[in-house]
């Protein structure tokens, strides 16, 4: 990864960070993007969902990694949630990995998934699980970074613009 990137865990999620990762959704939804949106897509959207992760990492139920530009730009971000049921402490699941398409190609994605990694297992976590679309740059990402493939659900999710996807399902066991 190119030194123009920084990434860090952020303690708490401003309003600023709010209007940054807002920017990085928007970008990844307008590009395309299966990660939990439909068309039309709006900053109010957007803002509304950032909102309640920022509460939830208040809470500390999850991870909020953000990736910035040397002029501190947020360009991507990934989360790792933390909250799941008690007989599962030692697991996390990764989400919301978005990289804005401008910072695509240069390594970003994979820096963010090791420090979305170091930063569950600093957490406790040993066992991540993620799911990605089927096909897509996420699911080459996820693979050559050592994470296992268990599967694909046909039609697991909806594309933006309505057409049914599938996703595969990866995991990863942590090591110290």
């Known amino acids: 990864m190119p030194d123009a990137f920084q990434i860090r865990c952020l303690k708490t999620v401003g309003e600023s960070e709010i ?9 990844c939804v307008e590009g395309g993007a299966s990660v939990s949106f439909m068309y039309p897509m709006t900053r109010a959207k ?9 509460a939830g990492a208040a809470r ?5 990694l953000v990736a910035e530009d040397a002029a501190g730009t947020i360009v991507g971000t990934v989360q790792v949630i ?3 049921p008690e ?3 030692h697991r996390g699941d990764v989400a919301k990995m978005l990289v804005h398409r401008r910072a695509r190609r ?13 930063a569950a ?12 679309v089927t096909g897509s740059d996420g699911e080459r990402l996820y693979a ?7 599967g694909e659900i046909p039609h697991y999710a909806l594309w933006p613009d309505g057409r049914p996807c599938a996703t595969t399902i990866f995991f990863k066991f942590l090591r110290k």
């Open 19 to 27: 209007q940054g990762l807002s920017d990085v959704l928007l970008d």
């Open 121 to 132: 297992l600093g957490a406790g976590k040993t066992l991540l699980v993620l799911d990605t």
């Open 60 to 64: 500390g139920e999850r991870l909020v």
């Open 46 to 54: 957007a803002e509304t969902f950032w909102h309640c992760i920022a």
């Open 144 to 150: 050559r970074n050592g994470w296992q493939r268990c």
């Open 106 to 118: 240069q390594g970003l994605g994979a820096a963010l998934l090791a420090a979305a990694e170091d």
């Open 82 to 84: 933390l909250n799941l």
């Open 87 to 89: 007989n599962q402490p």
